[in-house]
């Protein structure tokens, strides 16, 4: 079975992170989508939020498992899971570098894990979870940032929960 592991802090949760779940579950035999919680780290979202988003804006599908990881290198958790592949995007030129130089260190860790790189359609190869958080504020934000999230985290940071009423939500930067 090819098992892949797919990291972040989904921080919130984009399309271009299901863009990249899609592309992984048509990929692999099975997907690992794996929060991981750095606890130097401010989040906007707990992980258990992050968690429920991301189930919120995923098809359901025995291949797919939402699962999240703290204080780890990801091989590690990789290896624990028994994945032989990390599935990462690259957005950009800063994200290919960065990307690179993890690939090379992570199979010094870790050989018999490969790392597979995947580039999102351009509609949405710009977004990032603190693009995302940037942009909200000015009035309109709501237009703006709608086209780049699902609709469940799009209402959660809208300020609607799920019981349709609204919730204060303080975003950090």
Excluded: C
């Amino acid at each position: 079975m090819r098992t892949a592991v797919y990291a972040g802090s989904f921080d919130p949760p984009t399309k271009g992170h299901i863009w990249m779940i899609e592309q992984g579950l048509a990929m692999f035999d099975k997907l690992i989508v794996a929060i991981g919680d750095n606890p130097s780290k401010r989040y906007s979202f707990s992980v258990e939020e992050r968690l429920d988003l991301l189930r919120k804006s995923t098809m359901p599908s025995e291949k797919l498992v939402i699962d999240h990881f703290d204080n780890r290198y990801l091989v590690d958790y990789a290896r624990k899971k028994g994945a032989k592949y990390v599935l990462r995007g690259i957005r950009s030129p800063h994200d290919y570098e960065y990307e690179r130089v993890m690939r090379h260190i992570n199979a010094d860790m870790a050989p018999e894990i490969t790392t597979v790189f995947l580039m999102p359609p351009r509609d949405i190869a710009e977004v990032s979870s603190n693009m995302i958080k940037s942009l909200i504020g000015p009035k309109g934000w709501e237009d703006t940032v709608r086209r780049y999230l699902p609709e469940p985290v799009f209402q959660l940071i809208a300020g609607k929960g799920d019981d349709g009423k609204s919730r204060d939500l303080k975003i950090t930067q």
